[in-house]
């Protein structure tokens, strides 16, 4: 087991991929076209949806979900500090209010009481993090923001549809997750995801953006209004363009560009074919993890349960009686064995920039314990059984 150079989270890329991106370059079509709306109608069927949105990022999803829903100026928001920045930042894009809420004891997740105490009359949606791949308690947000609609005042038409805070997941660990029988995608308002390279599913960068139907609102026009955003504002796509004489187009607003391209898509064809078998993968390395680590003093994520199952995105640890910088001590040492490991997260008002919007980490103690201790050991599909084995041996070597 010499000179090991174990990864954190390589893509897993197959001939599979490979002749799906030769076809489209080959096609003449690589940016937004067909393939880029057989993607779309494949994860809508994946995920129990009528309607999927792909467009360059996990981020651009979740910020024209906030656009779509008229959040603005004004507005509230409300998200984790348990969280990538991403989840914060599409907030501020709009010009709402980012308001972040700190993780209940000893747990990932947003601290249910506090969110409900941070509920006000301005508070337009909710950003839950499905954190590692595991979905958060979505019937104990809507029994909240169903029980805070007396305080709810819309201030645009879909708003008005809704008749609450709207829930705007954020997935970007998840897809392919469940819970109670539904799967990420169909259970929040709406649910952005990513397959950004170190993803469990993924098409280099990209993201896509799911939604669940909303009486007296057809989906095919959430959809048009997102693709409009997504290319400028332009009332005709280039596929729909090539129309012989068809060139003409109208410009309805001053929009933005995060669309998909045909390339991106063909990697997520192929990696959506191959999808289940990489779950189960993931799967089988998480129970050699837990059965690895069962008598050492680290706390691990439950990833799957009898009501439930994880997409297995990331293995996070807690080393128990152990501090940040003897964490960081452990990362060096694992890195100096060749086995890369991370840390998700720091919490966000530890940043320059959160710090600068008036957040203190002293106000999410729970947050910070959680990331105090925190360790990310590998967890992808390339990983062989020989060098699971390695980890744990390493791993329980230096924590014990």
């Not at 909710?126 to 979905?135: E, K, N, S, T």
């Not at 029994?143 to 997941?169: C, D, M, T, W, Y």
């Not at 008002?349 to 959160?354: A, K, L, S």
């Amino acid at each position: 087991m010499e000179n090991k150079h174990i990864a954190f989270s390589p893509p897993d890329i197959t001939e599979e991929e490979i002749k799906e991106v030769v076809d489209t370059l080959k096609s003449g079509w690589i940016t937004t076209g067909p393939k880029t709306k057989q993607f779309e109608t494949q994860l809508a069927q994946y995920c129990h949806v009528n309607k999927v949105a792909c467009l360059n990022s996990a981020t651009a999803c979740a910020e024209l979900a906030l656009r779509v829903l008229g959040i603005g100026g004004g507005d509230e928001v409300i998200t984790s500090a348990y969280t990538y920045s991403a989840s914060a930042s599409v907030v501020c894009h709009v010009g709402a209010k980012l308001v972040l809420v700190d993780t209940a004891k000893d747990s990932f997740e947003m601290d249910y009481t506090k969110l409900e105490d941070a509920i006000t009359e301005n508070t337009k949606a909710i950003i839950p993090v499905d954190i590692a791949g595991i979905l958060c308690d979505y019937d104990k947000i809507f029994e909240i923001v169903e029980r805070k609609s007396f305080l709810f005042k819309p201030n645009s038409e879909i708003q008005k549809k809704i008749g609450r805070i709207a829930v705007v997941a954020d997935s970007a660990h998840a897809f392919g997750a469940h819970k109670n029988g539904k799967c990420a995608g169909e259970i929040a308002d709406f649910t952005s995801f990513s397959f950004h390279a170190v993803k469990n599913l993924t098409t280099g960068e990209g993201g896509a953006l799911a939604w669940r139907s909303i009486d007296g609102i057809s989906d095919e026009e959430i959809y048009k209004e997102i693709m409009l955003m997504s290319l400028h504002g332009q009332s005709k796509d280039a596929l729909s363009k090539i129309q012989l004489g068809a060139w003409e187009y109208d410009i309805v607003a001053p929009y933005y560009k995060c669309n998909m391209t045909d390339i991106m898509a063909s990697i997520g064809l192929a990696q959506l074919k191959r999808y289940t078998q990489l779950l189960n993968q993931r799967k089988h390395i998480i129970e050699k993890y837990n059965q690895g680590f069962q008598n050492l003093p680290v706390t691990v994520l439950e990833h799957f349960g009898t009501d439930y199952s994880s997409s297995g995105h990331l293995y996070l640890t807690r080393i128990n009686g152990k501090n940040r910088e003897e964490c960081n001590q452990i990362i060096v040492e694992m890195a100096n064995l060749g086995i890369a490991t991370n840390v998700h997260y720091k919490p966000l008002p530890i940043f320059t920039g959160y710090k600068k919007m008036g957040f203190n980490v002293q106000d999410f103690p729970n947050a910070y314990s959680q990331y105090e201790n925190e360790i990310t050991l590998p967890l992808h599909t390339k990983l062989t059984d020989e060098e699971i084995e390695y980890i744990i041996q390493e791993f329980a070597r230096l924590v014990s």
